[in-house]
């Protein structure tokens, strides 16, 4: 008896799973693949039907499958399989907006994921045009700056708010109109395996995750017309917590992985991991906090850049008023930065502007505030190489100049933010309780610019440095100003 009940018990469990895991060929709702028919309706149909049976995958086999906006349901995934594209409508009325305008929306709910070999086109190129066109006929207000519609207004690919349980899986996704994917205050996301490809318009963030928790952003390849990886927060009291990204390689017209420029609220316990960038236009790893927020507990290990314009980039700022930012417990190891003398990104179709020219290579930067310093900072085992020959006729700014380099507090963070620095290698300015550990700099010409710069330092420890400049014979690497308590040996 007991054996019979056991074996009914189990069952029941089994068939209860495989209804919670039935595949729903897309077939089955009318949904044609005809690259033609409009079927966000029958698309949409089809995820609230699955939903209400008590979830399962949404299967799209070989084809093009062209929509508007559809909105996911907790216990839904959208399959992809090889050779299938859910292609977004040229038309900007068929997309809806709450917060941003987007292909595939999710709010408040759960279990959810898109999955499998196949594409999500965003035809952003197209997109964006026709919403420039709508914008200059007057039949829709924007604020149109710089030439080009706001990013809101124009469709991302993916945006996902306020979700737990989210899985995205080896999907191609391509040419968005604005920034491609944004999952924001969610938990338990999972990004795996993913392969951005998008330079069709400006704004083209590769993976946007804004004030969210447990998230791992593992194998993926992001080709982007802006910053590849972000970690961004917008409101705040929230923050980004728990956050693994690992195993992932990154090109970028702007900075490979970056923290901000939103930074209205915290980020703590992060751990970037054995990634990759290439052929990028502004720093291999940012880590900013210039809105009244705060970024603590960080490290970056093993990070390999090739072909970008800046190794790294620490800020605090104050673009708000009485809201400056705080730094602290920093660990980069294991990084290795070639810096090219050309324009790192040229090529792309949306390049990353021309700085004044010509310009000195800028070095390395960790910049605070005077009255915000970045704390408790480790660097080791780190090796960039620059082109050197710097030129003291371009804008010369040297160590007897340092009360000139500006403050900037409100500025944009970025490391060219300056103008001029009186470094080749490293300049750090406003921090305290820094140690490096085994820092190799190599300049190819020599540079009129000793490769360190410590312009308010205080407790600073530098052990292994190897500065190799070519040409500079008895040249001193290291210039200290304004510094207390520095161990160089």
Known sequence: MNIKRLSLITLLVLSIFSASAKDYPASLFGIRSDGV???TRSIQFAIDYIAKQGGGRLVFYVGRY??????????????????AILVGSLNPFDYDKNGWTALIFARDVQNIGITGLGVIEGQGRELAFN???IIQKGLVKDGFRYDRPEAD???VLIYFFNCDDVTMRRTTIRNSASWVQIYEQSRNVILDSLHVDSKAYWNNDGIDVVDCE???ITNCFVDSDDDGICIKSHTPGKRNDDIEI???TVRSSANGIKFGTATQGGFSNIRIINNRVFDTYRSAITLAAVDGGYVENILVDSLYATTTGNAIFLRIGERQAGRKGRMENVTISNLYCEVPLAKPDAGYEYEGPYEDMPRNISPAGIVGLPD???NHLTLTNITIKYPGGGNPLFAKRGTDELSKVPEKANGYPEFSMFGELPAWGLYVRHAKNIKINNLVLIADKKDYRPAIVLDDVQDATITGLDAKEAGAKSKKPLHQSQSTNISSR
């Open 37 to 39: 028919t409009l079927n």
């Open 66 to 83: 062209l929509t508007g906006s559809i909105h996911m349901r907790s216990n839904v995934t959208i399959q992809l399989n090889e050779g």
């Open 131 to 133: 919403v420039v066109d």
């Open 153 to 155: 207004a124009r469709a």
């Open 214 to 216: 447990k998230v791992k």
């Open 246 to 248: 690992r195993n992932n």
């Open 372 to 374: 915000a310093t970045i």
